[in-house]
C-alpha cells in the first residue's frame, strides 16, 4: 500500500461515492428482479396462486437484501484479515521497526475508508512505538480531518496520551 495520509480526503470522497453506487446497482438490480418476476402475475389465474407471487416476491426480497448486506460485510475481509495478523504478529515480539515495515509492505488495499482509517492508526501507533512522536502526532491530526465524530474522540484521545508521553520522555 501507499503511504500518502495527504490524500485522505480525495479517499473519502471516492469511498463515499463508491459506496452510493453500489448501492443504486443493487437497487437497480433489485427492482429489475422484482419487474421479472411480477410479469409472471397476469398467468396465475387464482387468488391464492396470487397470494404465492407476493410471498415468492417478500421471500426474494429478503433473500436478495441478506445476500447484498453479506456480500458488502466480506468485502474487505482479506485486507482486515492480513492487518489483524501483522497486528498480532507485532503485539507478540514488540517490534515496532518490524510492525511498521510490514504495514507499509501490505500488498492489499482496504476496500473501504474504516478500513484506511485502521491501517493509518495502525501506522501511527508505530511511529509512537519507535519513538517519533512528531510523526505520530501529525498523522493523527491529518486523520482528524477525515474522520467521524467517534474516530475523532478515539484519535483526540490518542493526540493526548502521545503527548503526555512526549513530555515525560523531555522530563527523563
Not at 453479506?70 to 474487505?76: A, K, S, T
Not at 474504516?114 to 519507535?130: H, P, S
Not at 482528524?144 to 527523563?172: C, G, L, M, P
Request: proline share 2%; net charge neutral.
Amino acid at each position: 500500500m501507499i503511504y500518502e495520509p495527504e490524500n485522505l480526503k480525495n479517499k473519502r470522497a471516492i469511498y463515499e461515492k463508491r459506496d452510493k453506487w453500489l448501492i443504486r446497482l443493487a437497487l437497480l438490480f433489485w427492482a429489475v428482479l422484482l419487474f421479472i418476476y411480477v410479469n409472471i402475475a397476469p398467468y396465475v389465474k387464482s387468488t391464492i396462486g396470487f397470494l404465492g407471487v407476493i410471498v415468492g416476491g417478500v421471500v426474494i426480497t429478503i433473500v436478495y437484501f441478506f445476500t447484498v448486506f453479506f456480500v458488502l460485510m466480506l468485502r474487505g475481509r482479506q485486507f482486515r484479515k492480513l492487518n489483524n495478523d501483522i497486528v498480532k504478529e507485532y503485539q507478540e515480539n514488540k517490534n515496532g521497526e518490524i510492525f511498521l515495515e510490514k504495514l507499509l509492505a501490505m500488498d492489499m488495499n482496504p476496500k473501504d475508508m474504516k478500513d484506511e482509517m485502521i491501517w493509518y492508526l495502525n501506522i501511527a501507533t508505530a511511529f509512537n512505538v519507535l519513538g517519533k512522536r512528531n510523526e505520530c502526532i501529525a498523522l493523527y491530526k491529518q486523520l482528524e480531518e477525515v474522520a467521524t465524530e467517534k474516530e475523532k474522540e478515539y484519535i483526540q484521545n490518542s493526540i493526548k496520551f502521545v503527548q503526555e508521553q512526549s513530555e515525560k520522555d523531555d522530563t527523563h
